[in-house]
């Protein structure tokens, strides 16, 4: 059965008028996951009563075909959701999670099965299975070396699609390829898949081998960790949890839904249980080690996004900061290099001068546009000096 072919590939702005073609009408999941992966698309959607979407380099495109039928629809989900707790999430909460793979497994995907007015509707982003290196993601220097501690909590922030899970991908590999350590992932779902080299790796799935978030990480200090990777801190008690490891000598690798570094910060700070701030304060403070948060920049080529990357070190005036409960102070900590900090319109700037993206992009990503243009010129500042 052929596969949905690509085509011209449009702009989101020009997807109403424009569409990518199709060689063929036969409309199966398996073709459709073909099409992504052809045109190396990171995202697929489906709705019933509108046209299937993709997402190539950021940019969502509508595929040139009918629309999906209710009972398209069913069938799709049918072929993904086989277990029954999955179905009763879908049925009585409206949504469930879950990992999918093409039968040929050329290719694996984290799914949100959902219902968008009484039809369903699904979200499908494709996990690339080969663990990156951070030179190939061409991430800072700093930041890889975030993977040389052996204790301690490393936070990575963004927003949804930003490359979170990769860099913590890269991260985890890079410890798996160099040391001897016990490697504990708990993740909803498992996107990347790690071999043992010189670790050995636990990657714990939500919902497939355990049956909740909570209880899979009320566990894992009895499977003697060295290294811990809990996929996104989502509560006050992963958030207990994560920094409790951290205290007791574990090397902790966490997400959290954040802008920039010193909202990372404060985003943790809100979850903080009230019976025991004080003592989660003071572990967040003595145990930090760093705050990566990510934009995605499209490149200047126009194929393929680089990490735009704002680093906060946890320096001793970022640690002072964090003690005395001084938040609002930490945002102008990440411009000063100190330690190996750098803000986002730094590393702008520095992937412009690297001739990596435009100038348009650097000012759609900039934090301080004014700041960002200054560097652009070479004018340095406390702000926004280059190195």
Same mark, same amino acid.
């Given at each position: 059965?052929? %596969?949905?072919?690509?085509?011209?590939?449009?702009?989101?702005?020009?997807?109403?008028?424009?569409?990518?073609?199709?060689?063929?009408?036969?409309?199966?999941?398996?073709?459709?996951?073909?099409?992504l992966?052809?045109?190396?698309?990171?995202?697929?959607?489906?709705?019933?009563?509108?046209?299937?979407?993709?997402?190539?380099?950021?940019?969502?495109?509508?595929?040139?075909?009918?629309?999906?039928?209710?009972?398209?629809?069913? =069938?799709?989900?049918?072929?993904?959701?086989?277990?029954? =707790?999955?179905?009763?999430?879908? =049925?009585?909460?409206?949504?469930?999670?879950?990992?999918?793979?093409?039968?040929?497994?050329?290719?694996?995907f984290?799914?949100?099965?959902?219902?968008?007015?009484?039809?369903?509707?699904?979200?499908?982003?494709?996990?690339?299975?080969?663990?990156?290196?951070?030179?190939?993601?061409?991430?800072p220097?700093?930041?890889?070396?975030?993977? %040389?501690?052996?204790?301690?909590?490393?936070i990575?922030?963004?927003?949804?699609?930003?490359?979170?899970?990769?860099?913590?991908?890269?991260?985890?590999?890079?410890?798996?390829?160099?040391?001897?350590?016990?490697?504990?992932?708990?993740?909803?779902?498992?996107?990347?898949?790690?071999?043992?080299?010189?670790?050995?790796?636990?990657?714990?799935?939500?919902?497939?081998?355990?049956?909740?978030?909570?209880?899979?990480?009320?566990?894992m200090?009895?499977?003697?960790?060295?290294?811990?990777?809990?996929?996104?801190?989502?509560?006050?008690?992963?958030?207990?949890?994560?920094?409790?490891?951290?205290?007791?000598?574990?090397?902790?690798?966490?997400?959290?839904?954040?802008?920039?570094?010193?909202m990372?910060?404060?985003?943790?700070?809100?979850?903080?249980?009230?019976?025991?701030?004080?003592?989660?304060?003071?572990?967040l403070?003595?145990?930090?080690?760093?705050?990566?948060?990510?934009?995605?920049?499209?490149?200047?080529?126009?194929k393929?996004?680089?990490?735009?990357?704002?680093?906060?070190?946890?320096?001793?005036?970022?640690?002072?900061?964090?003690?005395?409960?001084?938040?609002?102070?930490?945002?102008?900590?990440?411009?000063?290099?100190?330690?190996?900090?750098?803000?986002?319109?730094?590393?702008?700037? %520095?992937?412009?001068?690297?001739?990596?993206?435009?100038?348009?992009?650097?000012?759609?990503?900039?934090?301080?546009?004014?700041?960002?243009?200054l560097?652009?010129?070479g004018?340095?500042?406390?702000?926004?000096?280059?190195?």
């Amino acid at each position: 059965m052929a %596969e949905i072919g690509n085509g011209k590939m449009m702009q989101a702005a020009e997807a109403e008028q424009s569409r990518i073609p199709t060689n063929q009408r036969q409309y199966t999941l398996s073709n459709f996951m073909k099409t992504l992966v052809k045109a190396n698309g990171s995202d697929l959607h489906f709705q019933a009563g509108s046209v299937p979407m993709i997402r190539v380099d950021g940019r969502p495109q509508f595929l040139d075909c009918p629309l999906s039928t209710d009972a398209q629809l069913e =069938e799709y989900v049918r072929e993904m959701v086989k277990d029954e =707790e999955r179905w009763k999430s879908l =049925e009585h909460k409206g949504a469930t999670d879950l990992s999918y793979a093409m039968p040929d497994g050329a290719a694996r995907f984290r799914v949100n099965v959902f219902h968008s007015r009484q039809r369903y509707a699904i979200a499908m982003r494709r996990i690339v299975t080969k663990i990156p290196d951070c030179d190939e993601l061409n991430l800072p220097s700093q930041v890889e070396g975030l993977s %040389e501690y052996h204790r301690g909590i490393v936070i990575i922030s963004g927003t949804t699609g930003c490359g979170k899970s990769t860099t913590l991908a890269a991260l985890i590999g890079k410890i798996n390829r160099t040391r001897a350590a016990r490697i504990l992932c708990i993740e909803d779902p498992i996107e990347y898949q790690h071999d043992n080299i010189k670790s050995m790796m636990s990657q714990i799935e939500v919902g497939t081998d355990s049956e909740s978030y909570e209880y899979a990480l009320r566990e894992m200090m009895r499977q003697d960790p060295d290294v811990i990777l809990i996929g996104e801190i989502r509560d006050t008690f992963s958030l207990a949890t994560a920094l409790r490891a951290a205290d007791t000598g574990h090397l902790v690798f966490t997400t959290v839904h954040a802008t920039n570094a010193s909202m990372t910060v404060e985003r943790m700070v809100s979850l903080f249980d009230p019976a025991q701030k004080d003592l989660q304060q003071t572990q967040l403070g003595m145990n930090l080690i760093g705050v990566v948060s990510q934009r995605l920049a499209k490149k200047r080529e126009g194929k393929g996004r680089v990490p735009a990357v704002e680093i906060m070190m946890a320096t001793p005036l970022v640690r002072k900061y964090i003690l005395d409960g001084e938040f609002d102070k930490l945002k102008g900590t990440v411009g000063n290099r100190e330690g190996g900090c750098q803000s986002f319109d730094q590393h702008l700037a %520095e992937l412009f001068t690297k001739q990596i993206i435009d100038v348009p992009e650097a000012r759609r990503l900039a934090t301080n546009a004014d700041a960002l243009n200054l560097a652009l010129r070479g004018i340095s500042n406390s702000d926004t000096r280059l190195r």
